[in-house]
Nanobody
Framework: QLQASGGGLVQAGGSLRLSCIIS????????MGWFRQAPGKEREFVAA????????FRADSVKGRFTVSRDKAKNTVYLQMDTLTPEDTAVYYC?????????????????WGRGTLVTVSS
């Protein structure tokens, strides 16, 4: 029901845009989040957007660099990643949380997509 794409290899300072296509049923009723898991580390929250798209949430480590948005016409959520650093290297996951959830918490998410690998070279 969720499918993330857009990962790849990019040099430090570069940009990537991740996309997550969601079924229409989920898109209209769930907030969407992005998480990432670097090698040897636990999965961590990156960014999220509520159902209406009027509120966004970001981890301190990506504020000012990453932007989350959603396109109702395409049932798609995006994560625009700018000024990437090697520390951003990870598998990125999109996930869906019920309306009103605490979007920062992994346990709020009930549907998960397969990850997409982002590698940032120095």
């Amino acid at each position: 029901q969720l499918q993330a794409s857009g990962g790849g290899l990019v040099q430090a300072g570069g940009s990537l845009r991740l996309s997550c296509i969601i079924s229409g049923r989920l898109f209209s009723s769930h907030g969407m989040g992005w998480f990432r898991q670097a090698p040897g580390k636990e999965r961590e929250f990156v960014a999220a957007i509520n159902v209406s798209g009027m509120r966004t949430f970001r981890a301190d480590s990506v504020k000012g660099r990453f932007t989350v948005s959603r396109d109702k016409a395409k049932n798609t959520v995006y994560l625009q990643m700018d000024t990437l650093t090697p520390e951003d290297t990870a598998v990125y996951y999109c996930a869906a949380a019920q309306r009103g959830s605490n979007y920062y918490h992994e346990t709020s998410y009930v549907y998960w997509g397969r990850g997409t690998l982002v590698t940032v070279s120095s």
